[in-house]
C-alpha cells in the first residue's frame, strides 16, 4: 500500500509550499509572516494557472519580502490594497533594466 495514496487533496493543498521550499527556517519564516496563512492558496492558485515552478518560488518570495515590509511599517493584511503595493514597489531599487524588481514580482497576485 502507498503511503501517499492516503493523503488528500485538502492535505495536499496544505503543503503547497512545500513544494517550493525544503528548510525549515525558510518555511518556519514563510509561514510565520503576516501572509503565511495565504501562501498556500497563493501557491496553489499560481499552479493551477500554469505558472513554472521557478516562478512561483519567486514570486512566494517576493510575497514574503512584502510582508516583512508591511511588519516594518505598521501595516495590517487588511491595509493591503494596489495604493500600499505601489508604495512598497517605489521604495525598491529597480534592476539597470527597467524592470520590475524581483521583490516586486507576483504581488499583484495577492488582491485577486
Known amino acids: 500500500m502507498f503511503l501517499f ?7 495536499k493543498e496544505k503543503l503547497m509550499i512545500e513544494a ?9 519564516r514563510l509561514r510565520g ?6 501562501l498556500d492558496d497563493l501557491a496553489a492558485s499560481l499552479r493551477q494557472q500554469g505558472y ?3 516562478s512561483i518560488r519567486g514570486y512566494l518570495r517576493g510575497c514574503d519580502q512584502f510582508a516583512r515590509w508591511l511588519l516594518q511599517q505598521g501595516y495590517a493584511v487588511a491595509d ?9 514597489i ?16 507576483g504581488l499583484s497576485h495577492l488582491l485577486k
Do not use: H
Open 52 to 54: 513554472a515552478w521557478d
Open 33 to 38: 509572516g503576516p501572509l503565511g496563512s495565504d
Open 20 to 28: 517550493y521550499f525544503c528548510r525549515t527556517p525558510t518555511l518556519n
Open 80 to 88: 493591503v490594497n494596489q495604493t500600499l503595493i505601489k508604495r512598497y
Open 90 to 105: 517605489s521604495g525598491l531599487q529597480r534592476p539597470p533594466s527597467g524592470r520590475l524588481p524581483k521583490a516586486a514580482e
Open 5 to 11: 495514496l492516503s493523503t488528500t487533496i485538502e492535505e
